[in-house]
């Protein structure tokens, strides 16, 4: 019996430390007080009421009162039934869970998203799909990223087709110097103020740093007339050197 109590996991039944072996105590005590509960158990006197009343609560042990408040550990039956009762709402929790996957899922799908915040701009990032054809990118600051490095070069050994335009003053050119170790072509645009990234016909994300604004839009019309602009605008911009 005492190395079955000794294995009963706090997480698995849903108690803290002190509930634990405070409800262990319990069961080899039988009926007991709280002192007495307390002196075999690691709940400090000063905390052992507010952890048996919420064993009480939680249905592991019972109160019997009287001139001295007694309590006792729940019978078997009882721990069983709470336990199927728990695995009821976990079935539950799951079944609303799967509702709001298919929720998220249709978020997921939506052609417009737009978040505020540098937060959500760096998640934005991290999420963008892959490019199997081409990345059309503009940058403002030019931050020096070794992640993002890596992946442009991974994609340049993919003979994926890779162009960038970027703000180039006081202010970038130290950035922009080092990111033309990796993208050798990259070239200048006047920029107040836009990032952008376009992917494969299919995806553009527009980041708007005065208004700490990220949008993404997910439509071929529109990706492809952007292509067409971004192509234009690069056929003339100048090589920085």
Wanted: aromatic share 8%.
């Amino acid at each position: 019996m005492s190395n079955q109590i000794e294995t009963l996991d706090a997480k698995l039944l849903g108690l803290n430390n002190y509930e634990l072996s405070a409800y262990k105590s319990l069961i080899k005590l039988g009926k007991s007080s709280a002192p007495e509960i307390s002196k075999i158990s690691t709940v400090p006197y000063g905390r052992i009421y507010d952890v048996l009343y919420s064993l009480e609560a939680k249905g592991y042990i019972k109160t019997i009162t009287g001139k001295t408040k007694y309590f006792i550990a729940s019978g078997p039956k009882e721990i069983i039934k709470l336990i199927q009762d728990k695995k009821k709402e976990l079935e539950n929790l799951e079944t609303e869970f799967e509702k709001l996957e298919q929720i998220y899922d249709t978020k997921e799908d939506e052609p417009v998203i737009i978040v505020k915040g540098n937060r959500n701009f760096h998640r934005i990032i991290k999420e963008k799909p892959e490019a199997k054809k081409y990345r059309y990118t503009i940058k403002y600051n030019s931050v020096i990223n070794p992640e993002w490095i890596k992946g442009y070069k991974s994609k340049l050994r993919k003979k994926i087709d890779i162009k960038n335009l970027v703000r180039y003053d006081e202010k970038t050119k130290k950035n922009v110097m080092k990111w033309k170790n990796v993208l050798p072509e990259i070239k200048a645009i006047e920029n107040e103020g836009v990032v952008m990234s376009l992917i494969d016909d299919h995806y553009v994300m527009i980041g708007l740093i005065t208004s700490n604004c990220t949008i993404v839009i997910k439509n071929e019309a529109l990706c492809k007339i952007l292509k067409k602009m971004y192509l234009a605008t690069y056929e003339k911009a100048e090589v920085i050197k």
